[in-house]
């Protein structure tokens, strides 16, 4: 059974910082991209950040100078780094999986709240 457990969301201040944490289990064939949605009240979801087997990272815009991806392909886990919390970064964070067959795996998201 696949499964991607995340944790390590909670309530910050603004400018604070909270480390993600996702791992994945049950993928039978080889995954090849690893990273973050959110998903904010009323709004689509939205890439964070991804990372493939490889290293090559990718993030959107509006987090590239404030958040880390990191991932250990052995292990299956990767992990959200996130500093300089605004409030517009408060929305359910979902990891995700992508193996090579172009398979998507999610978890079931964890919430991430920045206010004073």
């Known amino acids: 059974q696949v499964q991607l457990v995340e944790s390590g969301g909670g309530l910050v201040q603004p400018g604070g910082s909270l480390r993600l944490s996702c791992v994945a289990s049950g993928i039978s064939s080889p995954i090849y991209i690893m990273g973050w949605y959110r998903q904010a009240p009323g709004k689509q979801r939205e890439l964070v950040a991804s990372?493939?087997?490889?290293?090559?990272?990718d993030y959107a815009g509006s987090v590239e100078d404030r958040f880390t991806i990191s991932r250990d392909n052995r292990k299956h886990t990767v992990a959200l780094q996130m500093d300089s919390l605004r409030s517009e970064d408060t929305a359910v964070y979902y990891c995700?999986?992508?193996?090579?067959?172009?398979?998507?795996?999610w978890g079931q998201g964890t919430q991430v709240t920045v206010s004073s």
């Open positions: 990372q493939t087997s490889g290293g090559t990272a």
């Open positions: 995700y999986a992508k193996d090579r067959s172009a398979n998507y795996y």
